[in-house]
DNA sequence: GCGGTCTATTGACAATATGTCTATAGTGTT
DNA sequence: AACACTATAGACATATTGTCAATAGACCGC
């Protein structure tokens, strides 16, 4: 931990949840089969920098939740263009998602906790 | 990445902010100086398993801190009992919270924007 | 007095997760 | 022909977390 903002990899990247990746892509995967590239490109949505976004990041949580059984891909049949992997979810990856779900809302109430206390510890001082 | 949950490490272990444990140490800090082990103590309040919570990964934490130039420690003058290090939060350090509220704020509304979403689309689909 | 638990701290090693780079290849544009 | 975009994937490096062992004082129960 060389410290978050300004020194080692990545300055002023930020700090999300582990593995946010996933669920994110297993959301977009229940809309509907989709392919790699355009997963990657659907994840502006939920905050991710695509400029900053390296594709293989995406492409080897893809191949790892496919390991886990939480995703399927085949190649698709394209004629024209470089061929693509569409990739679907099962509802083992359904079930999964609903784990996230339950674990981001309690995350989400602990980030909570902490800026409020924060906020109030701040006020209190100016008061 | 084996999958999150059920497999590899920490079965069930939540998923939580990347180094989530930095900001609530710095916070508990501001309150006052505070020895290793209190703090560790008072981490029950934003959501970690003091049961499950190996200590080494508080004092790391801290030391790294320290590194960093966040806080700074000397030892207790107990003349009864262990002693003890005691912490206490810089300006530099106030300074680095001051950026992981920012970020909080942000990686909060991310998981908003992924709740939301997968809400709105359990409800249509049942409609 | 001894054993167990809690308090208090730290380093070593292992495992997991992420970041970067390289590589291949098709299509379209300049 | 070069470049950018699309599309995919592996290797290697780095970052972060988890686990274990170690030391030691105080307290409590037996």
């Known amino acids: 931990m060389p410290g978050g903002w300004g020194t080692g990899r990545g300055q002023g990247r930020r700090r999300r949840v582990m593995s946010f990746l996933q669920p994110c892509l ?13 997963l990657l ?3 502006d949505e939920f905050g991710f920098d695509l400029e900053r976004l390296d594709p293989s990041l995406v492409y080897r949580a893809l ?3 496919e390991d886990s059984g939480w995703v399927v891909s085949n190649w ?3 004629s024209q ?4 992997r569409v990739y ?10 609903v784990q996230w779900v339950a674990d981001l809302r309690r995350t989400r109430d602990e980030i909570d906790r902490l ?13």
Do not use: V, W
């Open 26 to 38: 297993l959301f977009m995967l229940k809309s509907g089969e989709a392919h790699g590239y355009s």
């Open 41 to 43: 490109n659907g994840l």
């Open 63 to 65: 191949r790892d939740m």
């Open 76 to 78: 698709g049949e394209e």
């Open 81 to 84: 263009g470089p061929q693509r």
């Open 88 to 97: 679907k979810i099962l509802p083992e990856g359904d079930e999964h998602l």
């Open 115 to 127: 800026l409020c206390a924060y906020e109030n510890q701040s006020q209190s001082i100016t008061q």
